[in-house]
């Protein structure tokens, strides 16, 4: 297959590390780098697939894989018009719950494939990479989602197809949404330790399991505890994105990992005032 990787990052530069070993990649970058060197929990993966630096030179592929943060969503779409042909899919792999509405601007829906990853990847600088854990990757059932499990037949990550990619959308934005509190604080995840801040966190959940279930999702009453205790079990220097973003003066992802519960909740009639006042704190420390 010839697969086109937009954003080659940690996410991207891990999964194009993999796909390399059976396909032929291509890698759509804003840096110019040589080669990827990803250290894998199976020890280390070098490839050296084709790195473009100009949408001018993308020619059709049989498919794309966008792994762009969120807020770069139109920056990665100037690569789609050289990339995509009649027969080219398209798999948003991103974090949030808008995978699909955030692309349509540029690409019909049935052309694209959500994507949930929960791989946990880092970047020390361009095409190096440490993935952490294998992890995994969900996307809706159908002919499209098989087709990208397919992909990775050979790779030793849990790339599967679910009947309910909304629950597991939701209950990844339910984790993401609490992270918030780190990008507030600047501190790590073991601030979760303080009774204050897990109340605060608390409270986010609970927005977003009322708003995922409003959206159809099938999400526990106790998720909101289920994701305290997990940040509690882990370790306590963890730094989300959110986190890292900010404190590196980039850009958030506050609109796809709290807005989006604003801006659903509105739509249910569900209130969400916490997150609408962290985002509303992040938005104004970011400006
Ligand atoms: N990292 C994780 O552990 C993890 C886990 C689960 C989900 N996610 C989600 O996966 C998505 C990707 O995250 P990430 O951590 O992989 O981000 P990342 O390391 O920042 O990688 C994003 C890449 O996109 C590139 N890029 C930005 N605009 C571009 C453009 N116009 N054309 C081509 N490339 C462009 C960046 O280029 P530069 O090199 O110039 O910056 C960077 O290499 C996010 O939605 C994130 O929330 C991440």
């Known amino acids: 297959m010839r697969i086109a990787v937009i954003g080659p990052g940690a996410v991207g530069g891990t999964l194009a590390a993999w796909l390399s070993q059976a396909h032929e990649v291509t890698l759509c970058a804003r840096t110019a780098f040589d080669r990827l060197q990803v250290e894998t929990p199976e020890g280390p993966l070098v490839a050296t697939p084709t790195v473009l630096t100009d949408p001018a030179a993308a020619a059709p592929v049989d498919w794309v894989l966008v792994t762009t943060k969120t807020y770069d969503a139109a920056g990665s779409a100037a690569w789609l018009a050289g990339l995509v042909g009649p027969q080219t899919r398209v798999a948003v792999l991103q974090n949030g719950v808008e995978h699909v509405e955030r692309f349509t601007p540029w690409l019909p829906a049935e052309r694209i494939t959500p994507a949930v990853v929960d791989i946990p990847a880092e970047r020390t600088a361009p ?105 509690r079990a882990g370790p306590a220097d963890g730094v989300n994105s959110l986190h890292a973003d900010r404190q590196a003066g980039r850009p958030m992802e506050i609109d796809a990992r709290n807005g989006v519960i604003v801006r659903k909740g509105a739509v249910h009639g569900v209130a969400t005032p916490v997150n609408a006042m962290v985002v509303a704190l992040l938005e104004a420390a970011g400006a």
Not at 127 to 140: D, E, F, L, N, T
Not at 166 to 175: E, F
Not at 192 to 199: K, L, N, P
């Open 127 to 231: 095409g190096v990479i440490r993935q952490r854990r294998m992890g995994w990757i969900k996307v809706p059932d159908g002919q499209a989602g098989q087709a990208f499990v397919d992909l990775f037949a050979h790779a030793p990550i849990d790339v599967a197809t679910t009947e309910d990619f909304a629950t597991v959308a939701w209950s990844k934005l339910a984790l993401n949404c609490a992270g918030a509190v780190n990008a507030l604080t600047l501190k790590p995840a073991g601030v979760a330790h303080r009774d204050d801040i897990a109340a605060i966190m608390r409270d986010l959940v609970a927005e977003c399991v009322a708003v995922g279930r409003a959206q159809g999702a099938d999400l526990p009453d106790d998720l909101p505890r289920q994701v305290i205790a997990g940040y």
